[in-house]
Antibody
Framework: EVQLVDSGGGLVQPGGSLRLSCAASGFTFSNYDMHWVRQAPGKGLEWVSAIGVAGDTYYPGSVKGRFTISRENAKNSLYLQMNSLRTEDTALYYC??????????????WGQGTLVTVSS | AIQMTQSPSSLSASVGDRVTITCRASQGIRNDLGWYQQKPGKAPKVLIYAASSLQSGVPSRFSGSGSGTDFTLTISSLQPEDFATYYCLQDYNYPWTFGQGTKVEIK
């Protein structure tokens, strides 16, 4: 059974740092692109980052230069290092697996989310 | 970045109604669009990918159409379990972008 378990969230002051983790099981982790998606309280979904099987990384402008996505295939783990945190980064952060096929791509499995609160 | 404009932002409908949600991309994205359903307190769930491909296990009352810049999610006969928020997502190029969401409420 495919499982993604998010962890590492918490309360942090503006300007601080936090590292999120996503533990994957039930599939060959190294074969899949992985993503982070966040949702601020009462708001919509925002794609945050992606890492390909070759280690290529992608970010939106809102987090580029502050967040770093990484993966450790030997540990079936995905990470998100978040630096210079702002109050607007407060959100529930989900990891998600990217499923790519000839017909298209989508997120087929999601973690349960881990809550990050940036506040003084 | 590609902007995804989703409409309406909310709608009220009754069980059995046909419901249509639209998403417009700020530039052509071929058919690289998915639709996700999210219920309160839960992670999103994919319904449709590649604009019209039904994800395995998703009821056939859900369908998607469109290509280029204009896309539609249709629920042919709304069921009680379909009351939720729906999002489109373009995966044509990075940064991937979601629509603002459509909340489907009970009339």
């Amino acid at each position: 059974e495919v499982q993604l378990v998010d962890s590492g969230g918490g309360l942090v002051q503006p300007g601080g740092s936090l590292r999120l983790s996503c533990a994957a099981s039930g599939f060959t982790f190294s074969n899949y692109d992985m993503h982070w998606v966040r949702q601020a309280p009462g708001k919509g979904l925002e794609w945050v980052s992606a890492i390909g099987v070759a280690g290529d990384t992608y970010y939106p402008g809102s987090v580029k230069g502050r967040f770093t996505i990484s993966r450790e295939n030997a540990k079936n783990s995905l990470y998100l290092q978040m630096n210079s945190l702002r109050t607007e980064d407060t959100a529930l952060y989900y990891c998600a697996r990217g499923n790519y096929s000839v017909s298209g791509s989508h997120f087929d499995y999601w973690g349960q989310g881990t809550l990050v609160t940036v506040s003084s | 970045a590609i902007q995804m404009t989703q409409s309406p932002s909310s709608l009220s409908a009754s069980v059995g109604d046909r419901v249509t949600i639209t998403c417009r991309a700020s530039q052509g994205i071929r058919n690289d669009l998915g639709w996700y359903q999210q219920k309160p307190g839960k992670a999103p769930k994919v319904l449709i990918y590649a604009a019209s491909s039904l994800q395995s296990g998703v009821p056939s009352r859900f369908s998607g159409s469109g290509s280029g810049t204009d896309f539609t999610l249709t629920i042919s006969s709304l069921q009680p379990e379909d009351f939720a928020t729906y999002y489109c997502l373009q995966d044509y190029n990075y940064p991937w972008t979601f629509g603002q969401g459509t909340k489907v409420e009970i009339k």
